[in-house]
């Protein structure tokens, strides 16, 4: 079967009961898609077919031939990450970093649909992933900034978004 | 104080600005992360690694009779199984899990305790095998709610 993995014209022979996640990181090497739950209920495998996020443990490799998939290791070009990884590395949004790859894929399709998204929209765009580290603030606050940086902006995380709020009844002493 | 060797590799700077306090880092492994490179248990893969399944208890509670392989071992890629006699040390590090075996051994006590490992040479010939894998289980009393633990009080 053949499938157009990160722009490139992939052609692989694989069991036609094997999922898209299976044949993505077996045949293609592609590991950075995980295995979640294999239930459709985490998001870990999400990966992008024709652009729309999809659950790779749930759609038979089979049935994704001839189409575009983008996975994980599609996202950076050449040494540059997309500014969705950055942002993620930068607040620390990837705690243990199982979720991360199906999250990222997921918030890249939201961007791409929606170039302002309120934290609302990210809420409801990420609501099929699952963070186990329940790391969930900082991811959204990532996906925020990307957005702001994909917009031409140049988005600064705020103090509290690295440091955490003050502590109360003590002085920050700096500004 | 004044020992030599406890001096500091650089002087305090003068000017307020401090190099790494008051800083924001990326993680060391934060890169590796957000790019799907980082290596997971499950993203290892070894020469001649063989893939376990294990066959779960189907029932809540009942005692393990005879475990019949005949059938399992001829599935080909088949390379052996395991069970709960085979592992007759407890293997629980904290003071919940001290008397946790790897396999039930006799005894299941929830559906889904594993009962036996099937190891093969691919995961589709170790789950083909863990199918056809024959446990006889005899049923034993569950108390499955708070009312039936109540009237099984009063007798």
New interface residues.
Partial sequence: MSFVVNGEERTVVAAVHHTLLEVLREELGLPGTKHGCELGECGACTVLVDEVPVLSCLLLAIDAQGKRIETVEGMQVGNTLHPLQAHFADLGAAQCGYCTPGILMTAKALIAENASPTTDDICQALAGNICRCTGYHKIIQAVDLAAAELRGEKPVAAREVLYGSPVPGEETQDE | MSDPARKPAREPKESEELDLI?K?F??V????????????A??LEFPRMAYIKLVRSPMPHARIGAIDLSVAEKVPGFLGALTGDDFEETFGILPVSQDEHALCRGVVRFVGDPVVAIAATTE?AAYEASLVVEVEYEPLETIASIEEAATRLRG
């Avoid at chain 2, 492994?29 to 997971?40: H, I, W």
């Fill in positions: 008051g924001p990326r993680r492994d934060g890169r590796a992360k957000v790019t799907g490179t980082t290596k997971f499950d993203d589709d």
